[in-house]
């Protein structure tokens, strides 16, 4: 509900200000449909030793976390990736043999995503390996480097991961938003447990949430529900309970950051969120999420814990995530501006009156620098970040948002020149006005997007926050993204000095519907339909416009030497299409409209044109670039003098995608290999 994700597939944000001519190596490792790269902490060196330390501290407890994903993501990933390791570092055979090659790639894939799904597609990998050679890999290697379970024999594990890995039929989605099937029995995460139906699910939280309509509780965020011998009750993931070994972990590191806490409000919200790790208290979540939205005045600052519910069908559960980052103070300027003016905003939206908040409280914005990311997080991140989720709390006190332009400057300096605007962009005048206004444009939506967009409107009084359920993820990103389309090209952005030129827009527009319609497609097996809720949402918001835009011609598909592009006709139509439907999806949200809500994203945003898609992956497939980015940390290193005390924190990039995440296994790995 609150990340934005890289929105071109690509990265394609290139600017004339971004030049070549770097030394830092941006690319790290390609494999499979993945690039993965570094990124800088620019200004680190300046900051002191005291916020140094802090996030320091704040970094490793980003990384405690790290077992908990995986589990969330599926109950045999941790097998799954701790027998895959045991054989990368311990194999004698054949290391250049085919096989062994593909099981390499598949670790990575799996490293990557955290699991044995695709990241984004939610389907299973498929093994370029065989189940025969599997099992002669794990046969070779000592049983004592392998987690088995007490008494269990090594052909036991075998036979358990086998086809779990190898037969595409079991546990194939790991997410399942839409269909005519139980969403909650045919999903593979592990946010249930038992014979759960999707109806005992929302009948258990309906009753626990009762008439506390006014300032509820996200509740279910922080647990797993299991159906056991006919009793329906809740794992809480808390000091005590589940996942405590690793909550242990990052409650320590939490602890020790306080002590380099920048002012007490600053100590307050650390102290708070380790009083929710051990109680599992979600009133003490409200509680430390009203004081996070409150401190404006940190420079450091971080998010830690269970926040988003992308990975599970019904979005009540959250996956873990962190990251740690500073303010970029020279960028900030910027998404001040947009804060600022939040009530001029809100009040001019094409939305219906009864649904704008009559006074947007707390809104404030800032771009900042990362320096860890942790959990859901990494190592595909999102560029920007809106939080609090609870829509009570944005509407009592607000909320912050970020945008993280170390991120979004690594994926500008590593896609230059690689060709994809010449493949799939209809002419150099749209060409030119990527280059020209492409960064400026993307940072620009994601500050509206985070900052204004999911902080615009406001619920009916006894609207069901939860009523949208599998789409309510979908439809929160198509608001807070046609928003941010929406006031990208109106004049008031001359006006606040934040474009120059009021074409400027038009570079953006052109790139989401190209998007939308055509180039995301290059992340989805062909043949596959969208899963992924960013996806869903961006597929929707372009072909409701290209149907709605049809009489008149707005944007149109046209052939070129057998090659299918999109062209814009009319920009100014468009943007009233994305008017029209940002007022649509509003009053979906306000009112709880369910059916008109499924209606949108079963029609638009799930259903691929394979013959298109087809044209577009043979295109891509020549250009040799991968569709999905990730990074790799810098690694975050004390020096002490000869008395052991702590006289600076350096930063090293030198660390390798495989090198850091077999660190990462033995270095942050706490959790039992079931849990």
């Known amino acids: 509900m609150t990340v934005l994700t890289l929105s071109a597939c690509t990265g394609q944000h290139a600017s004339e200000e971004l030049s070549p001519n770097d030394d830092f190596n941006y690319v790290v490792d390609q494999f499979a449909d993945l690039q993965i790269l570094r990124y800088k902490v620019p200004g680190f060196e300046s900051l002191t030793l005291k916020q140094k ?15 908990i994903l995986y589990d969330q993501n599926c109950k045999y990933n941790l097998a799954i990736r701790r027998t895959l390791e045991a054989i990368y570092t311990n194999y004698k055979g054949n290391r250049d043999d085919a096989e062994f090659k593909a099981l390499e790639t598949y670790l990575k894939r799996v490293w990557f995503s955290n699991g044995i799904h695709h990241h984004y597609g939610e389907e299973k990998f498929r093994p370029g390996f065989s189940a025969e ?18 008494g269990e024999t090594v052909s036991q594990l075998v036979a358990e991961l086998s086809p779990v890995i190898c037969t595409p039929s079991v546990l194939g989605k790991r997410t399942v938003q839409s269909g005519d099937a139980d969403v909650i029995k045919v999903s593979a995460n592990n946010y249930y447990e038992g014979d759960l139906s999707t109806k005992e699910v929302n009948d258990f939280y309906t009753k626990l949430k009762g008439n506390d309509t006014i300032t509820p509780p996200s509740y279910g965020l922080n647990s797993r529900l299991v159906k056991e011998n006919g009793k329906i009750y809740e794992k809480v993931w808390k000091v005590g309970g589940l996942y405590s070994a690793a909550i242990e972990k990052i409650v320590a590191e939490l602890e020790k950051a306080a002590a380099f806490a920048e002012n007490d409000a600053q100590k307050k919200i650390i102290d708070t969120l380790i009083d929710y790790y051990r109680t599992g208290d979600l009133k003490t979540f409200d509680a430390y999420s009203i004081l996070w939205v409150e401190d404006t005045r940190s420079e450091v600052d971080f998010v830690n814990g269970f926040i988003e519910t992308y990975g599970d069908p019904l979005g009540r559960k959250a996956s873990w995530e962190s990251t740690v980052n500073f303010i970029n103070k020279e960028a900030t300027t910027r998404t001040k501006i947009v804060s600022d003016n939040a009530q001029w905003f809100e009040d001019h939206s094409p939305v219906d009156k009864r649904f704008k908040k009559e006074t947007v409280k707390g809104v404030s914005a800032k771009v900042i620098t990362v320096t860890m990311l942790g959990g859901d997080c990494y190592p595909a991140t999102p560029i920007g970040i809106n939080l609090p989720n609870a829509d009570w ?11 993280i332009e170390n991120i979004t400057e690594a994926y500008d300096k590593a896609s230059l020149g690689n060709g994809f605007n010449e493949e799939f962009v209809w002419s150099d005048t749209e060409r030119n006005a990527i280059k020209k206004y492409g960064f400026i444009t993307d940072n620009l939506h994601t500050d509206l997007h985070e900052c204004l967009g999911h902080a615009s409107g406001k619920l009916l009084d006894g609207t069901d926050p939860d009523i949208l359920g599998a789409y309510s993820s979908t439809l929160e990103e198509a608001r807070a993204d046609l928003f941010a389309l929406y006031y990208l090209a109106d004049p008031k952005l001359q006006e606040l000095g934040l474009l120059a030129d009021p074409d400027a827009y038009q570079a953006e527009y052109y790139k989401y519907m190209m998007n939308g319609l055509m180039t995301q497609l290059v992340r989805i097996e062909k043949g596959k339909n969208i899963e992924e809720a960013h996806m869903r949402n961006r597929q929707l918001i372009a072909k409701w416009v290209f149907e709605n835009g049809q009489n008149e011609k707005v944007v ?15 920009y100014k139509k468009l943007r009233e299409l994305f008017g029209k439907l940002l007022a649509e999806v509003q009053r ?45 940390n810098p690694v975050m290193k004390e020096v002490k003098n000869a008395q052991g005390e702590v006289t600076d924190i350096v930063l090293d990039y030198t660390e390798g995608y495989t090198e850091q995440m077999l660190r990462y296994s033995k270095d942050y790995s ?6």
Do not use: W
Request: net charge neutral; glycine share 6%.
């Open 53 to 67: 330390q802090l996030l320091y501290h704040l970094s490793e407890a980003a990384l405690m976390g790290r077992d």
């Open 133 to 150: 050679f599997f099992k002669k890999c794990v046969e070779s290697i000592d049983a004592s480097k392998l987690p088995l379970r007490e």
């Open 393 to 403: 709390i944005r509407r009592d006190h607000g909320s912050k948002s970020v945008t």
């Open 556 to 570: 149109e598909l046209k052939k070129r030497d057998g090659k299918t592009f999109v062209v814009v006709n009319d």
């Open 588 to 632: 979906i949200k306000s009112e709880g409209d369910y059916e008109a809500g499924k209606n949108l994203v079963e029609n638009y945003g799930v259903q691929v044109d394979h013959a298109l898609h087809a044209e577009i992956l043979e295109r891509y497939a020549k250009l040799n670039l991968a569709p999905y980015k990730g990074f790799v």
């Open 670 to 675: 706490f959790l039992p290999t079931y849990n």
